[in-house]
């Protein structure tokens, strides 16, 4: 298990180290290889910690690195573009289909299949009640997010999505306490779904 961990943090560190470049394709400037190594490693060593050997690990390490381009997309310019989470939804249902027929796994597609369409639904219908609030790219992001929690199963899907409002919500509280509530710039809500689903996805992978 050790040395899963140490090879899935390689693999992080070496994502990381490419992700600036990757994210001055959509503008993002001055993103420093050393934080996003060191954050993608963590990410994918906590996944291969909670993962273990089951098969689904290879898609949750493929994929991590996306996550976090999203996010420093999100934080930096306050959009999720299409050619990024779009993909993501695609590649998550393909790879974890490919993943179902084999052995050693512990999650089931159709479940994934359908978190995708209710998380993706549950933020169209908040993006239709407070555009402003709620953009399509969260929308779309929550296709490729919802799949991944749904993986595990429906509590899996509900945690991660509590935990993406919490966190949402603790920042709001964070902000308004420190008197900055007033400012006009929106919030990327992004991070903080990403954030939720990373959280959901550790703990659906070490009870499955």
């Not at 560190?13 to 963590?42: K, M, N, Y």
């Not at 992001?141 to 991660?160: D, K, N, S, V």
């Not at 509590?162 to 964070?174: E, K, Q, S, V, W």
Request: aromatic share 8%.
């Amino acid at each position: 298990m050790k040395l899963l961990i140490a090879v899935a943090a390689l693999w992080g560190a070496a994502a990381g180290v490419l992700l600036p470049r990757a994210a001055h394709r959509f503008s993002v400037q001055s993103c420093g290889p050393g934080v996003l190594a060191l954050t993608t490693a963590s990410l994918c060593a906590a996944l291969a910690a909670a993962t273990g050997t089951r098969l689904e690990l290879g898609v949750w390490l493929l994929l991590g690195p996306v996550g976090v381009l999203l996010a420093v997309v999100d934080l930096r310019l306050r959009r999720l573009p299409d050619a990024l989470t779009l993909p993501l939804a695609g590649a998550v249902l393909v790879l974890l289909g490919a993943v179902a027929p084999l052995p050693e796994h512990a999650g089931d597609w159709t479940t994934a299949l359908y978190g995708a369409l209710a998380l993706g639904g549950f933020l169209f219908v908040l993006s239709l009640i407070e555009p402003d609030g709620m953009g399509l790219g969260n929308v779309k992001l929550a296709l490729g997010l919802g799949a991944a929690l749904g993986w595990y199963g429906w509590p899996t899907l509900m945690l991660g999505t509590l935990a993406a409002f919490l966190l949402g919500a603790l920042y709001g509280g964070t902000v308004a306490v420190t008197g900055r509530a007033g400012r006009e710039e929106a919030v990327a809500f992004g991070p903080f779904l990403l954030g939720g689903a990373f959280l959901g996805l550790l703990i659906g992978a070490y009870t499955a």
